[in-house]
């Protein structure tokens, strides 16, 4: 692997970690979601500075050159990333209709039903 | 001496400021006529006409919800209201005038006679129905018709009918877990995998008076692709029953 292509995720790696602290300090993420991202570049990070690893990698799992494989690694994290980020969409989105339901039925609750002659629980 | 049964309607509505009224007469007519009572709780889907103006000023019972939910986050409110309120059947029944409120006691009949847990109403059983539905739509249903029949091993006809009864076991799982998108097929599976008895019925049904039918028509593909995808998922859960 050259060196500069080295330097670029290095750089890269470090800019975007300086992101996510930025964005963690001023609390407009949770830690939580945060840690997803940090731990994927974690892995780019030691992947890159350990000598002679990355072109291991990329003999052993036959892409052309280190760079195709960095490619294919971004990608990797990224879909990771998105099918957790259904993931937790899918479960608002669970809490928000339950919300709107109770919500509702709470107010319904107040006023006068017809329904209910013998008064409920 | 029996205890009464308690059964409820659920209406679910959204933009049925034509409807909603004549609906909710032929029912309260039909239980003076009948001397019954079938309660009625109409869901207001943050219906943008003047629904909520009509249900306020008719005095019929509802629940507004604060945002539009869509039709089985609607309805799954209904059985929550059945389950609270210790209904022991609930039947779903659409505010259009589809329905037929003449059929309620055929479809409750099953279920009081501990002969089956849910019942549907179906357009296609006997055909007793006139108004049956478009070819397109035939289709989508036999479709759907097929894969249940693979998934679950039961043949049912009227897939998609939204006349629905079912007891108070069925009304607990609803209100705990509702299908929200195109709940119909999938509740049917949802229901057969817990090994519920189900029965069809036929049922005639009327075409719509006003307002505008919830399924267009070219949202057909996706929602078939859909459906048969969750009809395999849903076979695929394990149920402890």
Known sequence: MTLNLKL????????????????LRKGRMPIKYALVWLFGLLVLLIISFIPGLMSTITKLLGFQTPSNMIFAM??????????????IISGQNEKIRLLIQEVSMTKNDKKTDNNSKKGKK | MKKET?????????NEEENIEKTYSEIIK??????????????????????EDILKLNNIPHINLIHNLGIGGAVQ??????????????????????HDINYVKDMVKPIIDGKADFVIG??????????QTTHARRIGINIISFFIKLFTGKKIYDTTSGFR?????????????????????????????????????????????????????????????????????????????
């Open chain 1, 74 to 87: 971004l990608i990797g994290i990224l879909l990771f990333i998105n099918i957790a980020l259904t993931i």
């Open chain 2, 122 to 131: 179906s357009r296609f059983v006997k055909k007793i129905s006139k108004f």
């Open chain 2, 77 to 98: 409110t209904g059985y929550k209201y059945a389950l609270e309120n210790d209904y022991d059947i609930a039947v779903q029944f659409d505010g259009d005038g589809q």
């Open chain 2, 6 to 14: 308690k059964i409820l309607l659920i209406i679910p509505a959204y």
């Open chain 1, 8 to 23: 670029v995720i290095l750089l890269f790696s470090f800019l975007f970690i300086f992101v996510i602290f930025y964005i």
């Open chain 2, 165 to 241: 009864a079912c007891n108070k076991d069925i009304i607990k799982m609803f209100a705990n877990g509702y299908v929200t998108e195109y709940p119909e097929p999938i509740t049917t599976v949802q229901v057969l995998k817990n090994k519920y008895r189900l029965e069809e019925i036929p049922v005639e049904m009327k075409e719509r008076t006003g307002g505008v039918s919830s399924i267009h028509t070219w949202k057909n593909i996706y929602y078939m692709v859909n459906v048969i995808l969750s009809i395999i998922v849903v076979s695929m859960r394990r149920y402890n029953k």
């Open chain 2, 30 to 51: 039909y239980n003076k006529k009948k001397n019954n009572h079938y309660d009625v709780i109409v869901i207001n889907d943050g219906s943008k006409d003047k629904t």
